[in-house]
């Protein structure tokens, strides 16, 4: 490749989402009750949606939220809502069963097209778009196994086309991958847009939203009631949900030893020019590839790339991501040279060992997290399923999955880290050695 023009340094380093969100009124300093039915712990979608059913269902519901109101990943990600887990179909089937592998799959085609239904029927502006999305495959093997894919989402109802090599140009503007798995669900939405009305469904509904109060504790009385210890105070509640995803802090140990926290970072460049626009993205989908250090991205509602990925294992800045992304941006859309970047940002993500979200029960306290890349559409699912669930309705099918812990000394600082990222950029180099001998790549 030839040489890359620099990167200018004049962005803002902030979500772009944050740019362009109406502003959220202040909940700090309110009172707080000492004595309610639910308790939901994390201000992101998972919480709200938790907190807006539960009060739907006619619970006395406060949300704590240690920062601001969608501080964490809900109001900083890469605006994919998407089925599916990071695993398809075939190998849930190998690693669950055919019934679980199903009901697990059919529950995130469900979770989309709530979302869907929700912005729909409350007429909220949220910049969906659902032209559904395109996997790029990074190694030849990948592309080889997208027919496979393709008749397994077959089997649960999902319709998708493996796209050959040289047919690519009619799906994005790049020849840098074998090949694509093109599937009609899902596609992009803004995610701070759509938080800011979950934000506002929520209150409505009559949950009590709390910003600046980390809840540091809870204990269980005699009578299986729950103690949450607040600097503000405690308070006395019936049900929990910890709904603290990639920031989930010493409030919950046994659920921190089984969380991998990982940044997660997006540059956004200026606006495009029209023409630009629509040859690199012909059918206006959301797109990713199958690297471990993957890379995802869309053009926004305004022509903007919106390019993110996982550039690092390491605690870094948004400077350090914003060129590593830059670098990568141009590698698969070399058309870019020469636009600026606007934005550069990063949060959260959090991983399981199993690459899968888990809802579950530990000592009484429901906890719904570790989406693993999917939490767009499966935090507003289980949110609301945790609710149900506390209410007295049935458990999603998530909640049969065992919850698996960290097999390392762990208390929250992820240290093992740095070597996991060189494992898996060792895996992804080897699969680019193949990659060599595609064509025009
Ligand atoms: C850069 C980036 C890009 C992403 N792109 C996509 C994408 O395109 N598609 C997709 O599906 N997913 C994506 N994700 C993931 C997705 O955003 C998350 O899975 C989802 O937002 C999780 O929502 P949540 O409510 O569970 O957690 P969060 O939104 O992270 O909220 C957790 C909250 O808990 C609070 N908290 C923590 N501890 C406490 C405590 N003790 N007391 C009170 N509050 C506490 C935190 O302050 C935080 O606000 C991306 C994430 C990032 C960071």
């Given at each position: 490749?030839?040489?890359?023009?620099?990167?200018?340094?004049?962005?803002?380093?902030?979500?772009?989402?944050?740019?362009?969100?109406?502003?959220?009124?202040?909940?700090?300093?309110?009172?707080?009750?000492d004595?309610?039915?639910?308790?939901?712990?994390?201000?992101?979608?998972?919480?709200?949606?938790?907190?807006?059913?539960?009060?739907?269902?006619?619970?006395?519901?406060?949300?704590?939220?240690?920062?601001?109101?969608?501080?964490?990943?809900?109001?900083?990600?890469?605006g994919?809502?998407?089925?599916?887990?990071?695993?398809?179909?075939?190998?849930?089937?190998?690693?669950?069963?055919?019934e679980?592998?199903?009901?697990?799959?059919?529950?995130t085609v469900?979770?989309?097209d709530?979302?869907?239904?929700?912005?729909?029927?409350?007429?909220?502006?949220?910049?969906?778009?659902?032209?559904?999305?395109?996997?790029?495959?990074?190694?030849?093997?990948?592309?080889?196994?997208?027919?496979?894919?393709?008749?397994?989402?077959?089997?649960?109802?999902?319709?998708?086309?493996?796209?050959?090599?040289?047919?690519?140009?009619?799906?994005?503007?790049?020849?840098?991958?074998?090949?694509?798995?093109?599937?009609?669900?899902?596609?992009?939405?803004?995610?701070?847009?759509?938080?800011?009305?979950?934000?506002?469904?929520?209150?409505?509904?009559?949950?009590?939203?709390?910003?600046?109060?980390?809840?540091?504790?809870?204990?269980?009385?005699?009578?299986?009631?729950?103690?949450?210890?607040?600097?503000?105070?405690?308070?006395?509640?019936?049900?929990?949900?910890?709904?603290?995803?990639?920031?989930?802090?010493?409030?919950?140990?046994?659920?921190?030893?089984?969380?991998?926290?990982?940044?997660?970072?997006?540059?956004a460049?200026?606006?495009?020019?029209?023409?630009?626009?629509?040859?690199?993205?012909?059918?206006?989908?959301?797109?990713?590839?199958?690297?471990?250090?993957?890379?995802?991205?869309?053009?926004?509602?305004?022509?903007?790339?919106?390019?993110?990925?996982?550039?690092?294992?390491?605690?870094?800045?948004?400077?350090?991501?914003?060129?590593?992304?830059?670098?990568?941006?141009?590698?698969?859309?070399?058309?870019?040279?020469?636009?600026?970047?606007?934005?550069?940002?990063?949060?959260?993500?959090?991983?399981?060992?199993?690459?899968?979200?888990?809802i579950?029960?530990?000592?009484?306290?429901?906890?719904?997290m570790?989406?693993?890349?999917?939490?767009?559409?499966?935090?507003?699912?289980?949110?609301?399923?945790?609710?149900?669930?506390m209410?007295?309705?049935?458990?999603?099918?998530?909640?049969k999955?065992?919850?698996?812990?960290?097999?390392?000394?762990?208390?929250?600082?992820?240290?093992?880290?740095?070597?996991?990222?060189?494992?898996?950029?060792?895996?992804?180099?080897?699969?680019?050695?193949?990659?060599?001998?595609?064509?025009?790549?």
């Open positions: 490749m030839p040489s890359l023009p620099p990167l200018n340094r004049d962005y803002e380093r902030r979500a772009y989402w944050h740019a362009t969100m109406p502003q959220l009124a202040d909940r700090s300093g309110r009172d707080l009750p004595s309610v039915d639910a308790i939901v712990i994390g201000g992101g979608y998972t919480g709200i949606a938790a907190a807006r059913k539960l009060a739907l269902q006619g619970a006395r519901t406060v949300l704590l939220e240690a920062n601001t109101l969608g501080f964490g990943a809900s109001t900083r990600n890469g994919i809502a998407h089925p599916g887990f990071k695993w398809g179909p075939e190998t849930l089937v190998k690693r669950h069963g055919r679980l592998a199903h009901a697990l799959y059919a529950e469900q979770a989309t709530l979302l869907a239904g929700i912005v729909r029927d409350q007429g909220i502006d949220a910049e969906l778009r659902f032209n559904g999305y395109l996997e790029l495959a990074w190694a030849r093997k990948h592309a080889e196994d997208f027919p496979a894919e393709v008749a397994a989402l077959a089997e649960v109802g999902t319709t998708a086309r493996a796209i050959p090599h040289d047919q690519l140009a009619a799906e994005i503007g790049t020849s840098a991958y074998h090949g694509g798995l093109a599937v009609d669900v899902g596609g992009v939405v803004h995610p701070a847009k759509w938080f800011v009305a979950l934000v506002g469904l929520a209150e409505r509904a009559g949950a009590e939203l709390h910003e600046g109060v980390r809840a540091t504790s809870i204990r269980r009385q005699a009578d299986g009631r729950f103690v949450v210890e607040t600097k503000r105070g405690a308070i006395l509640t019936r049900d929990i949900l910890v709904a603290t995803n990639g920031y989930t802090d010493g409030v919950a140990p046994t659920l921190r030893r089984r969380i991998i926290p990982i940044g997660s970072y997006i540059i460049t200026e606006p495009l020019p029209e023409d630009l626009a629509r040859e690199l993205s012909p059918t206006g989908r959301a797109y990713f590839d199958t690297k471990n250090f993957l890379s995802y991205w869309h053009v926004s509602k305004d022509r903007r790339m919106l390019f993110g990925g996982r550039v690092s294992f390491m605690p870094t800045t948004v400077d350090r991501t914003a060129k590593l992304l830059y670098k990568r941006m141009l590698e698969v859309h070399p058309q870019l040279a020469g636009y600026k970047v606007e934005y550069s940002w990063g949060g959260k993500v959090a991983l399981t060992m199993d690459r899968m979200p888990h579950g029960r530990a000592g009484g306290v429901m906890y719904a570790g989406y693993s890349g999917t939490g767009l559409v499966m935090s507003n699912w289980l949110g609301t399923r945790a609710a149900e669930w209410g007295g309705g049935e458990a999603p099918a998530l909640a999955l065992r919850f698996p812990i960290v097999p390392a000394p762990y208390e929250g600082r992820p240290w093992f880290l740095p070597f996991a990222g060189e494992f898996f950029r060792f895996r992804d180099r080897m699969a680019a050695r193949e990659k060599v001998a595609a064509p025009d790549s």
